[in-house]
C-alpha cells in the first residue's frame, strides 16, 4: 500500500501564499504520478496539478503562473506551492498517488488539508 498525508493548509489572504506538503509511504518506489486535486462543497474533486516519474508537470488553466508542484525524492514528498491566492482557491486539498503493484494500477488518497482565502 501507499499511504498519504497532507499538511500546510490554512488561512490566508487573498494575495498571500501556501505551500502544501505531500508525505508519501509504503510502497513508494512503485508510485507513476501524484497529483494535488481540491474540493469544494457540493462540488466533485477536480485536478489542480500533477507530476509524473518522469518529472513532468501538469496544471489545470485557473493555478498555471500562481503555482508549482514539485518533489523532494529523498523525503518521498511533494509539494504545492501556491502565490497570488484567490478566494476562488479555498477547499480542501487532497493528494493522489498513482501506483502500480504486481501488474495492477490503483491509486491512493490522503485525508485532505483545508485551504481557506479570504477576501
Known amino acids: 500500500q501507499v499511504q498519504l498525508v497532507e499538511s500546510g493548509g490554512g488561512l490566508v489572504q487573498a494575495g498571500g501564499s501556501l505551500r502544501l506538503s505531500c508525505a508519501a509511504s509504503g510502497r513508494t518506489l512503485h508510485i507513476e504520478s501524484i497529483a494535488w486535486y481540491r474540493q469544494t462543497p457540493g462540488n466533485e474533486r477536480e485536478l489542480v496539478a500533477s507530476i509524473n516519474s518522469g518529472g513532468i508537470t501538469n496544471y489545470a488553466d485557473p493555478v498555471k503562473d500562481r503555482f508549482a508542484i514539485s518533489r523532494d525524492n529523498t523525503k518521498n514528498t511533494v509539494y504545492l506551492q501556491m502565490d497570488n491566492l484567490k478566494p476562488e482557491d479555498t477547499g480542501v486539498y487532497y493528494c493522489?498517488?498513482?501506483?502500480?503493484?504486481?501488474?495492477?494500477?490503483?491509486?491512493?488518497w490522503g485525508q485532505g488539508t483545508q485551504v481557506t482565502v479570504s477576501s
Open positions: 493522489k498517488a498513482d501506483w502500480r503493484w504486481a501488474g495492477r494500477a490503483t491509486n491512493s
